[in-house]
């Protein structure tokens, strides 16, 4: 998935959601049927001025790319293995995640971290084997406990730098997406504030620029993010990953009026 030019001028913000395993099939596809209707009338997406991303669970990923054929909306996974094939049960290949349509997956979230024990060097590798299969990775950096922004830029670069460890050096230009989330503000009441936020999101796009073939690559927020923290933020971000505050269509849709009022 690319970061397009809105049309007008401009990069298009992006906006992505992570179903996680809130939903069941059924809800999945009701839930996935009603933001596609959305994607095919509202002005920031059919314009080009929202790049609008949907991550489903495994199990559902066929289902909801056949009901967003068509649209605008870009499906993606939750998580991939670091090999294409052999004896890996219970694994999902990026390989196979690419014929069945996905475009991007998402690479290093804290609970993957927390829950699973990967590490960095398990995120490098499957960052690794998420471009060598053509899927743009969403990378989740953040810090784990709240504190300073100095400390948070540190370790959220540090993350930047170990996941690209395997990247092939003499691989073509491949812009990431980088989510970052907080690890103390995943599931809170409330987002981290603009001035953490823009402080740290500011060193990512730095060091992202300072390296040509990631140049340009967006940095989104995610950890309790929902509507209103696009105006809250405005450019200080390039979009917002969201989560349980998306599972209501209707919200999801008065995030996308935010984009269209600040583009």
């Known amino acids: 998935m690319s970061q397009p030019d809105a049309e007008g001028g401009g990069r298009a913000i992006v906006v992505g959601v992570g179903l996680k395993m809130y939903f069941d099939p ?17 002005e920031a ?8 991303f949907v991550l489903p669970s495994f199990p559902m990923l066929s289902a ?5 054929a068509g649209t605008r909306v870009a499906v993606g996974a939750q998580d991939l293995f670091w090999e294409d094939r052999g004896a890996f049960t219970g694994e999902v290949s990026g390989a196979d995640l690419r014929q069945l349509g996905c475009t991007l997956v ?3 979230h804290a609970e993957r971290r927390l829950l699973f ?3 960095d060097e398990v995120v490098a590798r499957k960052l690794a084997a998420a471009l060598r299969n053509g899927l743009r990775p969403v990378l989740c950096v953040g810090e784990k406990a709240r ?3 100095q400390d948070a830029a540190a370790s959220c670069i540090h993350q930047l730098e170990s996941a690209l460890a395997h990247v092939d050096p003499d691989a073509p230009a491949a812009p990431i997406t980088v989510a970052y989330e907080p690890g103390w503000a995943i599931g809170a009441e409330q987002s981290a504030s603009l001035d953490h936020v823009g402080a740290v999101a500011s060193r990512l796009r730095g060091w992202l620029d300072a390296h040509p073939k990631l140049a340009g690559s967006p940095v989104i927020y995610g950890g309790s993010a929902g509507p209103g923290l696009l105006t809250t933020f405005g450019d200080a971000v390039d979009g917002l990953f969201l989560g349980r505050f998306a599972h209501d269509p209707a919200a999801l849709e008065a995030v996308l009026d935010e984009a269209t009022d600040i583009t």
């Open 26 to 42: 059924g809800e999945t596809v009701a839930w996935s049927t009603a933001v596609a209707e959305l994607a095919r009338r509202h």
């Open 45 to 52: 997406i059919v314009s080009g001025r929202v790049s609008l």
């Open 64 to 68: 909801v790319i056949g009901v967003f």
């Open 106 to 108: 998402e690479v290093g």
């Open 117 to 119: 024990g990967e590490d």
């Open 147 to 149: 504190g300073g922004v």
